[in-house]
Structure formats: C-alpha cells, structure tokens
C-alpha cells in the first residue's frame, strides 16, 4: 500500500512543486525542505520508486552525498558519491 500512495500523491505533488529548479525552494544551494524532504526520499529511493521521478532523484543524490546526511542516518555514502574531488577541510592558518 504504501507503494501505491507513494505513487500516486507525494510523488508527484513534490516533482511539481520542485519544478525544474535544482533545490525546492529555487536556488543553487540547498534550503531546510531539502533536508527535510531527504529522509523521505532516501525511502522512497530503498522501494526503488524515484525512478519515475528524475528530478526528485537529483536532489536526493545532491542531498546524500553530503556528510550530514550520512551522520545524521548513519549511512555511508561515499562509494556512491565518488564524484566529490576534494573536501574542505579547516586548517590553522596562523602559519
């Protein structure tokens, strides 16, 4: 059942409510809905439904690669995120 609803309402409600932005609330940066939103589509991604919906299934890429995604649902994403060629790392630059 869950499947089904899935399908049928939230699916669709967020793919057009994204709209052919990158992120949910327009910009080029992720905003609170993305990460919000992002549990619900790592679900929706484990029942193998985002494949219907492209652009929901980007922003969840962009969102789960980051490393508060995996801390946060004690996930390791790096083999999927291969993708990122360095991290930002703060150093003392007092030297």
Avoid: H
């Avoid at 059942?1 to 992720?30: H, I, V, W, Y």
């Amino acid at each position: 059942m869950p499947k089904k609803s899935s399908k049928l309402f939230l699916g669709p409600f967020l793919r057009d409510f994204l709209g052919d932005s990158l992120f949910f609330m327009g910009g080029t940066s992720p905003s609170a809905i993305d990460f919000l939103v992002a549990k619900p589509l790592n679900n929706a991604n484990s029942l193998g439904l985002l494949v219907d919906y492209p652009t929901l299934q980007n922003v969840f890429e962009k969102i789960k690669c980051r490393d508060s995604f995996g801390k946060a649902y004690m996930v390791d994403t790096e083999d999927d995120c291969n993708w990122r060629l360095f991290r930002m790392i703060p150093g003392d630059d007092s030297k």
